[in-house]
């Protein structure tokens, strides 16, 4: 059973400040929100006027880069909450302190669990809820995160629109001015993504982390090239501060690693599921004709197990599945992207180069 959610803490005072960013309010100073009299909604709201939602949302053009939070702290963002046009065309990056690399850099689809989700392409566009401690993904695509971000300095939240169309964007960014406890770690987040794995090549998560921290999460996609065989053996091994060929943790498998058992089969169907702590949420089965790939969709959350770092910090998972027989294993060569999320000191090391928009694609 998930551990109960402490609420005693609720009721404790805070010398903060509540704040939130939204179109209605883009730079979340106190009294400024609902001022607008212009914007995409103003001819619906003609005759009401002047605060009844006359900007709930704002268009990026292709090629452009939307700064949608620039923060002076203390402070950190509590909640977050994104919908619009959504597909792998909009990049997330959010930067601490100053700094001129982001410690957050991803697709925002996959960042929220929906990598699958191509709305420009029309790419399975059926939904798949998450019910999750640190993600809800909601009707009709409402996609929210609950990760605690403090900051002392500055924060910069940015959006990308690598695309050829115009991209419409809502969002809500709730977070706090105040203290920041001197032990709280900076959050971070990095996708990859590896289309085909190579043979007998392990799929790096993550790899290049220095400082102090802790890792609490991992999200992947899993697309099926070729026959749609079992291919969820492959471990899961976190090398920790020197360790060298061998890592000091590894996991059994991966349907073991995101807490199901048995290639997730129940009266020999695959059975998504979505828990406190972890789940496989998405679960897509060929229709037939050109959709001829299963495609998959998982968390795991390190919330009551953070893997702890003193130095530095690898993250690798096998693509291993069995051959038609099952006589022996099959190294794979699939579709495999990611989205590790941890806490760590500052300064964060320069991120491998995001993939091309080509590189990117629902393909």
Not at 18 to 24: D, I, K, T, V, Y
Not at 32 to 59: Q, V
Not at 75 to 88: E, N, P
Not at 313 to 325: A, K, S
């Given at each position: 059973?998930?551990?109960?959610?402490?609420?005693?803490?609720?009721?404790?005072?805070?010398?903060?400040?509540?704040?939130?960013?939204s179109p209605e309010n883009p730079t979340g100073a106190r009294g400024a929100?609902?001022?607008?009299?212009?914007?995409?909604?103003?001819?619906?709201?003609?005759?009401?006027?002047?605060?009844?939602?006359?900007?709930?949302?704002?268009?990026?053009?292709?090629?452009?880069?939307?700064?949608?939070?620039?923060?002076?702290?203390?402070?950190?963002?509590?909640?977050?909450?994104?919908?619009?046009?959504?597909?792998?065309?909009?990049?997330?990056?959010?930067?601490?302190?100053?700094?001129?690399?982001?410690?957050?850099?991803?697709?925002?689809?996959?960042?929220?669990?929906?990598?699958?989700?191509?709305?420009?392409?029309?790419?399975?566009?059926?939904?798949?809820?998450?019910?999750?401690?640190?993600?809800?993904?909601?009707?009709?695509?409402?996609?929210?995160?609950?990760?605690?971000?403090?900051?002392?300095?500055?924060?910069?939240?940015?959006?990308?629109?690598?695309?050829?169309?115009?991209?419409?964007?809502?969002?809500?960014?709730?977070?706090?001015?105040?203290?920041?406890?001197?032990?709280?770690?900076?959050?971070?987040?990095?996708?990859?993504?590896?289309?085909?794995?190579?043979?007998?090549?392990?799929?790096?998560?993550?790899?290049?982390?220095?400082?102090?921290?802790?890792?609490?999460?991992?999200?992947?996609?899993?697309?099926?090239?070729?026959?749609?065989?079992?291919?969820?053996?492959?471990?899961?091994?976190?090398?920790?501060?020197?360790?060298?060929?061998?890592?000091?943790?590894?996991?059994?498998?991966?349907?073991?690693?995101?807490?199901?058992?048995?290639?997730?089969?129940?009266?020999?169907?695959?059975?998504?599921?979505?828990?406190?702590?972890?789940?496989?949420?998405?679960?897509?089965?060929?229709?037939?004709?050109?959709?001829?790939?299963?495609?998959?969709?998982?968390?795991?959350?390190?919330?009551?197990?953070?893997?702890?770092?003193?130095?530095?910090?690898?993250?690798?998972?096998?693509?291993?599945?069995?051959?038609?027989?099952?006589?022996?294993?099959?190294?794979?060569n699939d579709d495999f992207s990611s989205v590790s999320y941890w806490y760590?000191?500052?300064?964060?090391?320069?991120?491998?180069?995001?993939?091309?928009?080509?590189?990117?694609?629902?393909?």
């Amino acid at each position: 059973m998930p551990r109960a959610v402490n609420t005693e803490n609720l009721a404790l005072l805070k010398r903060a400040q509540s704040r939130a960013l939204s179109p209605e309010n883009p730079t979340g100073a106190r009294g400024a929100g609902a001022m607008a009299e212009t914007g995409p909604c103003e001819t619906h709201a003609r005759d009401l006027g002047k605060g009844w939602k006359i900007s709930p949302c704002i268009y990026i053009e292709p090629g452009e880069t939307a700064a949608i939070g620039d923060i002076e702290g203390p402070g950190a963002i509590q909640t977050m909450w994104f919908t619009g046009r959504l597909s792998r065309d909009y990049i997330l990056r959010v930067y601490w302190d100053g700094q001129l690399q982001p410690s957050v850099e991803a697709p925002l689809t996959d960042f929220f669990g929906t990598g699958w989700y191509d709305c420009e392409n029309k790419i399975e566009m059926e939904f798949a809820q998450i019910n999750s401690a640190l993600i809800a993904h909601n009707p009709n695509h409402g996609l929210n995160g609950f990760f605690y971000m403090p900051f002392r300095k500055h924060c910069r939240i940015t959006m990308e629109n690598i695309g050829e169309r115009r991209a419409q964007l809502y969002y809500l960014i709730h977070y706090e001015l105040g203290p920041v406890d001197e032990d709280a770690a900076y959050f971070h987040a990095q996708f990859r993504r590896e289309n085909p794995v190579q043979t007998a090549r392990e799929y790096t998560l993550l790899d290049g982390v220095k400082g102090r921290g802790h890792y609490i999460g991992t999200m992947l996609n899993v697309g099926i090239n070729g026959p749609n065989l079992w291919w969820g053996e492959g471990e899961i091994k976190f090398f920790l501060d020197g360790d060298g060929e061998y890592p000091t943790l590894c996991a059994t498998g991966t349907e073991d690693y995101f807490g199901g058992a048995w290639g997730w089969s129940v009266d020999g169907r695959y059975t998504p599921f979505t828990t406190h702590y972890m789940g496989v949420h998405f679960i897509h089965e060929p229709r037939g004709a050109e959709d001829c790939q299963q495609r998959f969709s998982m968390y795991r959350w390190h919330v009551l197990d953070p893997v702890r770092f003193e130095k530095e910090l690898r993250v690798t998972i096998q693509d291993l599945g069995w051959r038609r027989n099952g006589r022996i294993y099959l190294s794979r060569n699939d579709d495999f992207s990611s989205v590790s999320y941890w806490y760590q000191t500052l300064p964060t090391a320069p991120f491998p180069p995001l993939p091309s928009r080509d590189r990117l694609e629902v393909i």
